[in-house]
């Protein structure tokens, strides 16, 4: 098992966490735990973020590894 | 009835009439103020004396029942750079100018009797001067108020407040919102060159004016809808934008590394969550106020909000991510209520709130105040700037001239603009804006953030220099074109990723005024407003030397990433190849 924290932003915090640290099967993907979270339900995924860098969908989590996901945003 | 250029001479207090150059005739917004400071005003005159103009323009599509086509241009040469200066802004004026038949109003000279200050009050074919010395020593909202009883709200209002009048280089040009609130023209100090002029006030008649004409209404009717509905199905300016407004990017920006901290010394702030935009949405439900309200009618995407203090009374409204951003995590105050009231006295000072949050996170460096001190910040504004002590006067001067004698080294400016909210060295593509825009270090004018960060337009890496002298020269040709519409800049977000959103808007542009244009056309007006405005800041004696990032962030490394930044002299000036 791996440890990966989970951040949450804008509206996929709704219901859910701001941030948390979750424990997954080794070889998961950044895809696999939006799945789970079913965050791109409610709206398209924007940005993802591994280790504050943007990183795809089908991205190999590592133990230690923070994940954050945002919907689309945009401001300026 | 065709628009027309109101012409002021403040030197002996008259006014001309004057038929629209045919050459002006298919501009607007910053492209018309733009081609008039560069046709008009001396490059190398004092910004603040009688050679410089003051000019405002509508957008083209101002007036017009176009969604979010209400933002009005000022320009002129700006005090702050030493370079031209296009500064936009909501609020009622664009519509109340265009539908008057006002296509531009250039105001120049300066009044040979410089005792007191003058209010412009212009309604169709006349402009009154009128001396007001009761407004003397008053900031915004008494101004503003002042103008709404003596019209009964019949006007547009714009106005300066005491930075204004004594010429800082903070200051901006206030302007009276739909909501009685104000909106600004921020940056470059105009509030300065306002001040020269000896303007307290401009008020525009609203009551006696027609319609702005619509050459083909079927057709201008049919484009609107689709520009329209494109906006409203963006997720960012649909969705996004609509439930936490600008402040959504403290986060985002806090993730990614590029949210500059403690006056640009690290890339991320360990405080971020009490100042973000999901704080602020939480904050606005929980005591009333409002998350969506429009800068300008008939905005559909709604970024601003009134956010309350927590006994609901209302403390500020159009609450921006760039101030939150300088307040909070460039100067560490982490009370976000707090943060509200500064935003809310800089509104009535009549100070550009990024220009004046950016040099109080250098007093820090200055040891005029310490840290996450909100109160003192406060105090430093409320007091010393506002009053014009000589340590307001000093702040009031801009990071720059504050950097300058207080022997600073990181000093976070371009072109002698601070810097906005974003990174140079961890979202390169900003940087480059930054450096290389006419216009000295301006967030809006090419936004390279949303492809490095946000994933409008594709994906650039921002940590690396590919591609970024290209993203941000193609970004700053097309804000040029949409900030001469009227358009506000995030129709951006649509733009880039709805191919029906552009068309769309060139159709409105044709429907009325009855052309043709193409998108070349406006990639073309994108081009020549930018390469105007370079020219005129090459006569006006910057150079490439000026398109440079301040040499501490060339050797000092940014975490959390560790980068620098490293491009070359010759990567850079590649910018003007087109
Ligand atoms: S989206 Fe925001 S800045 Fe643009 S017009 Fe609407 S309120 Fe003003």
Redesign the interface.
């Known amino acids: 098992m791996i440890n990966i924290t989970v951040?949450l932003?804008?509206?996929y915090?709704e219901n859910r966490f701001?941030v948390e640290s979750r424990t997954y099967a080794e070889g998961i993907t950044a895809g696999d735990i939006i799945e789970e979270l079913g965050v791109t339900k409610v709206?398209?995924l924007?940005?993802l973020?591994v280790n504050?860098?943007?990183e795809k969908e089908e991205y190999h989590l590592k133990d230690g590894d923070t994940l954050?996901l945002?919907?689309?945003?945009?401001?300026? | 009835m065709s628009d027309l250029i109101y012409r002021v001479n403040m030197s002996n207090l008259s006014f001309k009439i004057e038929e629209v150059p045919a050459s002006w005739m298919g501009l607007g917004g910053r492209g018309l103020t733009s081609t008039i400071v560069a046709a008009e005003v001396d490059p190398e005159c004092h910004p603040l004396g009688p050679n410089n103009k003051l000019v405002f323009a509508p957008g083209l599509l101002s007036g017009t029942s176009a969604s979010n086509s209400g933002r009005n241009s000022c320009g002129a040469k700006s005090p702050l750079t030493g370079g031209i200066k296009e500064s936009n802004v909501g609020g009622t004026m664009a519509g109340v100018m265009s539908k008057l038949g006002v296509k531009a109003l250039i105001i120049e000279g300066l009044p040979q009797d410089d005792s007191t200050f003058y209010h412009l009050h212009v309604t169709k074919n006349n402009v009154e001067f009128i001396k007001v010395p009761e407004l003397v020593g008053k900031d915004n909202y008494f101004v503003l108020d002042a103008m709404l009883e003596k019209y009964d709200k019949k006007v547009a209002v714009m106005s300066i407040a005491r930075p204004g009048e004594m010429k800082m280089l903070t200051s901006n040009i206030s302007v009276k919102d739909p909501g009685g609130k104000l909106r600004s023209h921020g940056r470059g100090g105009l509030g300065a060159v306002m001040g020269s002029k000896k303007i307290k006030c401009i008020t525009v008649d609203s009551e006696n004016y027609k319609e702005v004409t619509i050459a083909d209404p079927e057709k201008f009717k049919e484009a609107s809808k689709i520009f329209t509905k494109a906006l409203q199905e963006n997720?960012?300016?649909g969705?996004?934008?609509p439930?936490?407004?600008?402040?959504?990017?403290v986060?985002?920006l806090n993730?990614?590394?590029g949210l500059p901290t403690h006056n640009f010394r690290e890339g991320?702030w360990k405080h971020a969550?009490n100042i973000c935009?999901?704080t602020m949405a939480e904050n606005i439900k929980a005591r009333g106020g409002k998350t969506t309200h429009g800068c300008h009618a008939g905005c559909v995407i709604q970024?601003s909000q009134v956010y309350n203090d927590k006994e609901g009374k209302y403390l500020t409204s159009g609450f921006e991510?760039e101030t939150i951003w300088a307040l909070g995590a460039n100067l560490g105050i982490e009370d976000l209520d707090l943060i509200a009231k500064m935003d809310a006295l800089m509104d009535d000072l009549g100070l550009d709130s990024i220009e004046t949050s950016v040099t109080l996170g250098l007093a820090v460096d200055a040891g005029i105040l310490a840290y996450g001190d909100g109160q003192r910040a406060y105090d430093l504004i409320a007091n010393e700037l506002a009053n014009g002590t000589p340590l307001g006067r000093i702040i009031g001067g801009g990071t720059h001239i504050l950097g300058r004698l207080y022997g600073l080294v990181r000093v976070p400016t371009a072109k002698g603009q601070a810097m906005p909210a974003y990174e140079p060295r961890a979202v390169k593509g900003q940087g480059v804006t930054y450096i290389t825009t006419p216009m000295g270090a301006d967030?809006?004018a090419g936004?390279a953030?949303?492809t490095n960060?946000?994933?409008?337009g594709g994906?650039v890496?921002?940590?690396k220099k590919e591609g970024q002298v290209e993203l941000s020269r193609n970004l700053q040709i097309a804000s040029a074109a949409v900030d001469s519409t009227g358009m506000c800049?995030?129709v951006a977000?649509a733009a880039l990723d709805d191919a029906a959103c552009l068309p769309a808007l060139i159709d409105m542009i044709n429907a009325r005024f009855g052309i043709s244009i193409t998108g070349d056309d406006v990639v073309n007006l994108g081009k020549n407003i930018l390469k105007i405005e370079h020219e005129f800041n090459l006569k006006a004696g910057l150079t490439s030397a000026d398109d440079r990032m301040p040499e501490f962030m060339k050797y000092e490394v940014l975490p959390?990433?560790n980068t620098t930044w490293d491009f070359t002299n010759e990567e850079i000036d590649e910018f003007w190849n087109f």
């Open positions: 951040k932003f804008a509206q915090r701001k709206l398209p924007g940005v973020m504050s860098r943007h954050a945002f919907p689309k945003v945009g401001g300026g | 997720p960012i300016s969705q996004g934008l439930a936490f407004g600008t402040n959504v990017l986060n985002i993730e990614a590394g991320s969550e935009g999901e970024c991510y967030h809006t936004y953030v949303a960060i946000l994933n409008s994906h890496d921002p940590l800049i995030f977000f959390p990433h």
